[in-house]
């Protein structure tokens, strides 16, 4: 649909608090104040990181190649306190669910510079073929093809799941992109 006027104000996600972001991390938009509260009282710990989202992240893919793709650096901050509950959840083999593409890049990403606290920029690039080190789970929307995201997702379970799943949301009229609906892979 046509952006609206409402849109200034709700093309936002809950948990954002500085500026930098040309768009919001849309998976984030399935959450509000009351589904948090709800996983906290259950039990899930939740953690916060800040991402300022760049056009990289929805720049379509032109290269035959995809390993020739190469991926808009993007701000990230993750502090100290948010590293060592990973490492505590990992060394207790607890699931680390990341809630978008971009904390799934960024989670890895610091994985790769050796699981410290980082300011700076992120321009990891996954494809199918990736090792995930941290992820055990993502929230994410569905994707447009010829999209990095599409691709981080079938990194992460395979493109025939990939794909299944999503014939079968548009046979089911689930919507796409930044409104969509979102899927929980596990």
């Not at 768009?23 to 948090?36: M, V, W």
């Not at 599409?150 to 409104?179: M, Q």
Request: charged share 25%; hydrophobic share 40%; with cysteine.
């Amino acid at each position: 649909r046509e952006p609206e006027i409402m849109d200034l104000e709700r093309y936002q996600t809950i948990f954002a608090e500085k500026e930098g972001s040309i768009a919001a991390p849309t998976a984030g938009f399935h959450f509000d104040k009351e589904l948090l509260n709800t996983l906290e009282k259950k039990g899930i710990i939740i953690k916060y990181i800040t991402l300022h989202v760049g056009y990289g992240t929805f720049a379509p893919i032109k290269v035959r190649d995809i390993r020739k793709h190469k991926i808009e650096p993007e701000y990230i901050e993750i502090e100290n306190e948010v590293i060592k509950e990973i490492k505590k959840a990992l060394s207790e083999k607890r699931r680390i669910i990341a809630v978008g593409t971009t904390v799934v890049r960024t989670l890895e990403f610091v994985a790769q510079k050796g699981l410290i606290p980082y300011k700076g920029l992120c321009d990891l690039y996954i494809y199918p073929g990736y090792t995930f080190k941290i992820v055990s789970s993502m929230i994410t929307n569905f994707h447009l093809p010829k999209s990095s995201l599409l691709l981080l997702v079938c990194a992460f379970a395979g493109k025939e799941l990939i794909f299944n799943a999503y014939k079968e949301a548009i046979k089911r009229k689930y919507r796409f992109y930044s409104y969509g609906d979102a899927t929980f892979i596990i």
